[in-house]
């Protein structure tokens, strides 16, 4: 408990000698109790000044300076504008992740410990480290696999970085549960919801095996595509902690000139790039979320090759049928269509106006249709469309958001390479055919089959399942169960919480002026 409280008090000195509070605060009116806990706990250190006027950039300055936590709390919620508004997102989302690499005889302890002395003799040389990140860093290694010499790439997690993030976590998550709790104001921003989400996805992060996994998954996928190639994994050298797979050997696609001069035809490598996402999107359903320009190599025969493989996103059939089938009615400038694909999926409350829903989608679609093909983005024309749904009340999908933002990443690569690249024409093909599969006879009569499987499973149950019910239905009519939320997860950690407070707010004053002492 003590040495929870002590870490918050630490956190909360970092925000304020950052500069994190003063930003805040010109976004919105910290309450008095707080600024003044804040102005006690900076006494006697020097405080960075606002380096300009774009609260956004020096949130993002302030966070790049307090180290892992934050600038993973930062990128989190660069993903969610409807916490912290469009603008203040866009400029989190140029928050950097590099912080100095650690020794390479640290990396070397690590990769033992992970995968056994016998299998480390199996390395037959490995390099300083090439890039380094908040969490982890990447090296290049010749390993023998299989009687074969292999160059490959390790990353490895950096030593105690999950103490680390754990301890800092529990920290924050007080801080958000005193703050929630004592500001009314405060509770329409979640802050206890938006900690315990950052603490899953990066635990997951923070075990290299799912990661690996993700690139096994986009690697059966996309084996077949033509012009997308996915780096092995060596799994015999892969654990928790290291990550081990076929090093690359390419250029980045950011390097035009150097592309040009191998004869890359970029025209045709900025189409197969959209079509390459959109097939991993509507196709598969699963699809690489990070697919920005450090991550992507192209190697002399023109074949894109991803990396980073640690934000993946997922879509299943009613999310992709919804994606192909709206992007495809706005490539036809069919309102109507893409209006009943919305009410279809429900969507849309029911009791709203089909044609007033197709008049609202015709705003967004006919002024970008009125542009010059250059000017055209699908991503634009998605965001734009979820702010319109708003307004009818569509509660927007989270995956589509990443879809949404992703997109917009990958059309400006695209557009890097070869400006005039047309979005749609380059879309149309591979819409047309997923839908044209989709309503094929041999998927109508699979969909049908699986849910009459389905149904046919669950006969047996429908008695007990009709008893269950009927109780739940008479718990709900007492006032008995609440239907607010199905986080377990969650609410455990808020009843660990409740039982913290308490001693936290008794002890509260005795520690400031103890931290005060010692610092």
Partial sequence: MIKRVFKLFQIARKLSTSGAIDTINR?????????????????????????????????CIALQGMGTTFIKLGQFLATRPDIIGEEMAKDLEKLQDKVPAFELYEAKKVIKKEIGEKQYQNI?????????????????????????????AIKILRPDIE?????????????????????SKAKRLKLVEVVHLLREITNIEMDLRFEAAAANELYENTKL?????????????????????????????????????????????????IQHFLKQAVRDGFFHGDMHQGNLFVDSKGNIIPVDFGIMGRLDKNNRKFLAEILYGFIQRDYVKVAEVHFQAGLVPQNASKDEFAQALRSVGEPIFGQSIKDISGGNLLAQLFEITEKFNMATQPPLLLLQKTMVVVEGVARKLYPDTNIWEVSKPVLEDWLKNLKSPKSTIDTALNTSAEIIKRIPDFPGLMDKAEYALKLVAEGKLNLGTNNKNLEMEQMRLKNFRNNVLISFFSIVIVFLLVF
């Fill in 27 to 59: 976004l919105h009116q910290i309450p008095v109790p707080i600024n003044l806990f804040f102005s006690l706990i900076s006494i006697g250190s020097k405080n960075t000044p606002l380096q300009n006027n774009n609260p956004g950039q020096n949130l």
């Fill in 124 to 152: 037959i040389e490995i390099g300083d480290p090439i890039a380094a990140a908040s969490i982890a860093q990447v090296h290049f290694a010749k390993i023998k696999n299989e009687n074969q010499e292999k160059q490959v």
């Fill in 163 to 183: 103490k680390l993030f754990n301890e800092e976590l529990d920290a924050l998550m007080l801080f958000a549960y005193i703050v929630e709790n004592t500001i």
């Fill in 225 to 273: 595509d033509k012009g997308f190639n996915v780096p092995k994994i060596y799994w015999n050298y892969t654990t928790k902690k290291i990550l081990t797979l076929d090093k690359v050997s390419g250029v980045s696609i950011r390097e035009q000139g150097k592309l040009e001069e191998q004869g890359i035809n970029l025209k045709l490598l900025a189409e197969n790039l």
